[in-house]
């Protein structure tokens, strides 16, 4: 299984700033994602972060507000810019994999903003 | 548009008892269908992936089944434990979809002593 680490784990931003979130993966894996999941509710893929070239966005998800970076095989970055409090949720980081009953798809553990 | 609707929304159940946690979708191809086990603040972890051609899984005290005639899953808890509490999340990824995930909204499951 592949583990992933997200930093930061938790944040409070002030309105109008911009917070970027990084992913650390242990091995190199060719598809990324990100995710939101807001309070109480279930998990809404936000873009897959292609290696080498432009992420791929969702709808309802622009370049200009959560752009995304991926530089290797093995690290992204996701910016939330221009925060507002509309924006406070759970980021979350994932990438698929494979395990012997087919591919999965392992998480990280979420960085929870607060946008104040 | 493809959907996946779970039931209960939440649940409450003493330490020890069975519960089953219902997941239907529909009508699509779909490539797998998943249980993800979320506790607060933390990401999903995978309990079970089955195929179409595939009718149960296990994995330790969690079975799910999978029934692609009247597409509907369900995802058994046995002798729950107090760290059972947290949502369960039926993910479905279907061809249609480029096999993106479609993820269910959760049911929030609270084991009581």
């Known amino acids: 299984s592949a583990v992933i680490s997200q930093k930061p784990s938790r944040d409070i931003c002030q309105r109008g700033t911009s917070l970027t979130i990084q992913c650390q993966v242990d091995?190199?894996?060719?598809?990324m994602f990100w995710y939101r999941q807001q309070p109480g509710q279930s998990l809404t893929l936000i873009a897959t972060?292609?290696?080498?070239?432009?992420?791929?966005?969702e709808s309802g998800f622009v370049i200009d507000k959560f752009p995304i970076s991926r530089p290797n095989l093995t690290f992204s970055t996701l910016t939330v810019s221009n925060m507002s409090p509309e924006d406070s949720s759970i980021y979350l980081c994932?990438?698929?994999?494979?395990?012997?009953?087919?591919?999965?798809?392992?998480f990280g553990p979420g960085t929870r903003l607060l946008v104040l | 548009k493809n959907q996946v609707e779970q039931s209960p929304q939440s649940l409450i159940i003493l330490e020890g008892k069975n519960c089953t946690l219902q997941?239907?979708?529909?009508?699509?191809?779909?490539?797998?269908l998943r249980w993800y086990k979320q506790d607060t603040g933390r990401g999903p972890v995978s309990l079970t992936i089955?195929?179409?051609?595939?009718n149960t899984k296990s994995n330790g005290r969690y079975t799910a089944t999978l029934d692609a005639d009247t597409k509907q899953s369900s995802l058994h808890i046995t002798a729950s434990q107090l760290s059972d509490s947290a949502s369960y999340i039926c993910?479905?990824?279907?061809?249609?979809?480029?096999?993106?995930?479609?993820f269910g909204g959760g049911t929030r499951v609270l084991v009581k002593p």
């Open positions: 994932s990438v698929e994999g494979r395990l012997a009953a087919g591919e999965t798809q392992y």
């Open positions: 091995s190199q894996v060719t598809m």
């Open positions: 972060a292609n290696q080498g070239s432009e992420a791929t966005y």
């Open positions: 997941c239907n979708y529909t009508v699509s191809p779909f490539s797998n």
């Open positions: 089955m195929t179409f051609s595939e």
């Open positions: 993910v479905v990824t279907f061809k249609a979809a480029g096999n993106k995930l479609t």
